[in-house]
């Protein structure tokens, strides 16, 4: 479990194939590896990643198929940025809102506007995960807990202080920059509470 406050933008040093499947190393930079054991979790550009290998300010993880299919994962090369987040500690602040990291799609910035000090942002989400996305509620960006600021159809936008563009990938958008997606998980679990009643199939007793 996350909190979508970015902790430390890395770099992605290598990117290698594995049997159909992907590793990749990152550079953590600024982020603290020194209480990271194998095993752990840490959010990748808002992908729940396990360190599988460690080495001072690096760590590795294996990318499945699964991931590279609904992340922009698949489209990453050395040296490009990436937001970081370590798992959250029993005690840890809670200043964004609940992250699992389990990214649910690629959505598309579409616009970038210039307020004042801030950047409104735009962005275009596949019509099968808008429903999910509300005014005033939270969304996830590449890791980063944003409010919605507004919706239309598929499309939504947010607004994106300097210390959001300054301390994450933000500051890199463009239209067209594609970005991984995390829908909140409230919307998720509402849904299926109201959904249709299903039965259980039980076997034979």
Same mark, same amino acid.
């Given at each position: 479990?996350?909190?979508?406050?970015?902790?430390?933008?890395?770099?992605?040093?290598?990117? *290698?194939?594995?049997?159909?499947?992907?590793?990749?190393?990152?550079? %953590?930079?600024?982020?603290?590896?020194?209480?990271? %054991?194998?095993?752990?979790?840490?959010?990748?550009?808002?992908?729940?990643?396990? !360190? =599988?290998?460690?080495?001072?300010?690096?760590?590795?993880?294996?990318?499945?198929?699964?991931?590279?299919?609904?992340? =922009?994962?698949?489209?990453?090369?050395?040296?490009?940025?990436?937001?970081?987040?370590?798992?959250?500690?029993?005690?840890?602040?809670?200043?964004?809102?609940? !992250?699992?990291?389990? !990214?649910?799609?690629?959505?598309?910035?579409?616009?970038?506007?210039?307020?004042?000090?801030?950047?409104?942002?735009?962005?275009?989400?596949?019509?099968?995960?808008? #429903?999910?996305?509300?005014?005033?509620?939270?969304?996830?960006?590449?890791?980063?807990?944003?409010?919605?600021?507004?919706?239309?159809?598929? #499309?939504?936008?947010?607004?994106?202080?300097?210390?959001? $563009?300054?301390? *994450?990938?933000?500051?890199?958008?463009?239209?067209?920059?594609? !970005?991984? $997606?995390?829908?909140?998980?409230?919307?998720?679990?509402?849904? #299926?509470?109201?959904?249709?009643?299903?039965?259980?199939?039980?076997?034979? #007793?």
């Amino acid at each position: 479990m996350f909190t979508g406050i970015i902790q430390s933008v890395g770099e992605v040093r290598e990117v *290698t194939p594995r049997q159909g499947d992907v590793e990749i190393v990152i550079d %953590a930079r600024g982020l603290t590896l020194n209480e990271v %054991a194998l095993g752990d979790s840490i959010a990748v550009s808002g992908c729940c990643l396990t !360190v =599988t290998r460690l080495a001072e300010n690096t760590f590795a993880a294996d990318v499945s198929l699964e991931t590279l299919s609904l992340t =922009t994962l698949g489209g990453w090369t050395a040296g490009g940025p990436v937001n970081l987040e370590k798992a959250l500690r029993a005690g840890d602040a809670l200043g964004g809102h609940y !992250v699992t990291g389990h !990214v649910d799609g690629v959505a598309k910035v579409v616009g970038v506007h210039g307020d004042a000090r801030s950047q409104r942002v735009e962005f275009e989400v596949p019509v099968a995960l808008a #429903r999910y996305i509300a005014r005033k509620g939270s969304v996830c960006i590449d890791g980063t807990s944003l409010t919605v600021n507004e919706v239309a159809a598929n #499309r939504f936008g947010v607004n994106l202080i300097p210390h959001t $563009l300054a301390n *994450t990938v933000a500051g890199h958008y463009r239209p067209g920059t594609l !970005v991984n $997606l995390e829908v909140d998980i409230i919307a998720r679990y509402v849904e #299926r509470m109201f959904a249709p009643s299903q039965s259980i199939p039980t076997g034979p #007793r």
